[in-house]
Every structure is written in C-alpha cells, then in structure tokens.
C-alpha cells in the first residue's frame, strides 16, 4: 500500500536550484523514514538524504551537505528535496524511498532525471 511518485526533475545549469517532490501515501501506520537517493550512469545508487516522518530527524550524505534540503509537507503529504548550488556531478536519476525505520528502505518510486549543465 505504500506509493511514491517523484516528479520536479528537468535541466538547470550549475550553480541553479531545483526542487524534487515525493508525493508518499499509505506511510500513516508505522514509523517511517523517507530518503532520497541517486543513480548516475554505470554507477551505484547512493542515499543523499533521508527523514524520519515521526521525528522530522533527517540525514545528509556529505557530498550534499548544506546544498540540499529534505523536508516534508504533513498537509500535501510530499516530501521534498531542495537542491541548491547545483553541480554537474548531481546529474543522476533521483529516486525516493520509504521503509520502517530500522528495516531499510523497501519501497521505491520510479525516478525522476536530473541533469545540471556546465
């Protein structure tokens, strides 16, 4: 019953801001995290970000630390990730996740592209 669907992907140039959104249902019952993660061509998928719906406790990986925000709207039920001082190497498709806290991240969206030019 978990769902997300990703979407505020497209084309900005370096040094520019765009704002992802995960629009999540069927997380009510549980403690949840939400993360954001990326996956560039030929490499791995990596978490950027994650937050605990609960407890609003969020974590940055340190390649995006104070240039990317995870937060989340309880009324529109999204999460968002606002990225700023953009880079050519945040080029990715960025996915968002959600699992019980503790238990890892087992539901996923269906990505959405970000590319940032020089």
């Known amino acids: 019953q978990v769902h997300l669907v990703e979407s505020g992907g497209g084309l900005v140039q370096a040094g520019g801001s765009l704002r992802l959104s995960c629009a999540v249902s069927?997380?009510?019952?549980?403690?949840?995290?939400v993360a954001w993660a990326r996956q560039a061509p030929g490499k791995e998928r990596k978490s950027v970000a994650s937050?605990?719906?609960?407890?609003?406790?969020?974590y940055y990986a340190d390649s995006v630390k104070d240039r990317f925000n995870i937060f989340k709207d309880n009324d529109k039920n999204t999460v968002y990730l606002l990225m700023t001082s953009l880079k050519p190497e945040d080029t990715a498709v960025y996915f968002c996740?959600?699992?019980?806290?503790?238990?890892?991240?087992?539901?996923w969206g269906q990505g959405t592209q970000v590319t940032v030019s020089s």
């Open positions: 996740a959600a699992g019980v806290h503790g238990e890892g991240y087992d539901h």
């Open positions: 069927g997380v009510s019952f549980g403690d949840y995290s």
């Open positions: 937050l605990r719906l609960n407890s609003g406790i969020t």
